[in-house]
Every structure is written in structure tokens, then in C-alpha cells.
């Protein structure tokens, strides 16, 4: 089992940033894959970015640029530096680790275990 806790998102204005992070625990020996994908009301689910155990990373192509994901092996952390943020960014983002690395770059469906979600709000 994983536990995922999210924290860092809020309110900002169009051109801003935010750093959103979330740690892992549980009883794992590792995580091959952790993401950040997002959801917005009446939308599919959209994995933002992701990255291996290794430092691969691979982004969605309307946050290539922007957005910059990042990990702590030993700390079993994961962050994503989200930078000129739009208006259309406003969702919440959910942080999940995939225990096996199933494919790459992976999908949505490939995650294992999900957080409870932080609210991100950019204001026009």
C-alpha cells in the first residue's frame, strides 16, 4: 500500500507559479513511476508529467516548457514547479505512483496509487 499527500497548491494569478509536492509512504520498496495529472470538472484526466526512478521525464505537450517535475528517491518525494501558469490550468492535480513502471511514457490508467488532490486556481 501507498499512501500519496499532496500540498502546495492555491490561488494565482495568470503568469505566476506554484510548487506543488506530495510524499509517499506505506510499505513499498520503491516507486519506478511517480506523476501529476489533473482533472477538471466534466474533463478526462490528464497526466501532466511524470518521471522514473531514473530521472526520465516526460511531459503533456500543453505544459511542455512550463511545468517541471522532479524527485527525491531517498525521501520518496515528488514535485512539480509549475511556472507561467494560465487561466486553463485550473484543476485539481492529483499526485500517483505506479510500483512497477508498466510502460513509458506511461498513461493515466497505469498508476497504481493516487492522492487526495490540491486545488489549483489561476485567476485571469
Known amino acids: 500500500q501507498v499512501q500519496l499527500v499532496e500540498s502546495g497548491g492555491g490561488l494565482v494569478q495568470a503568469g505566476g507559479s506554484l510548487r506543488l509536492s506530495c510524499a509517499a509512504s506505506g510499505s513499498f520498496s520503491s516507486i519506478n513511476t511517480m506523476g501529476w495529472y489533473r482533472q477538471a470538472p466534466g474533463k478526462q484526466r490528464e497526466l501532466v508529467a511524470s518521471?522514473?526512478?531514473?530521472?526520465?521525464?516526460n511531459y503533456a505537450d500543453s505544459v511542455k516548457g512550463r511545468f517541471t517535475i522532479s524527485r527525491d528517491n531517498a525521501k520518496n518525494t515528488v514535485d512539480l514547479e509549475m511556472n507561467s501558469l494560465k487561466p486553463e490550468d485550473t484543476c485539481v492535480y492529483y499526485c500517483?505512483?505506479?510500483?512497477?513502471?508498466?510502460?513509458?511514457?506511461?498513461?493515466?490508467?497505469?498508476?497504481?496509487?493516487w492522492g487526495q488532490g490540491t486545488q489549483v486556481t489561476v485567476s485571469s
Open positions: 518521471i522514473t526512478s531514473g530521472g526520465s521525464t
Open positions: 500517483a505512483a505506479d510500483l512497477y513502471g508498466r510502460r513509458w511514457p506511461p498513461i493515466v490508467d497505469d498508476f497504481d496509487y
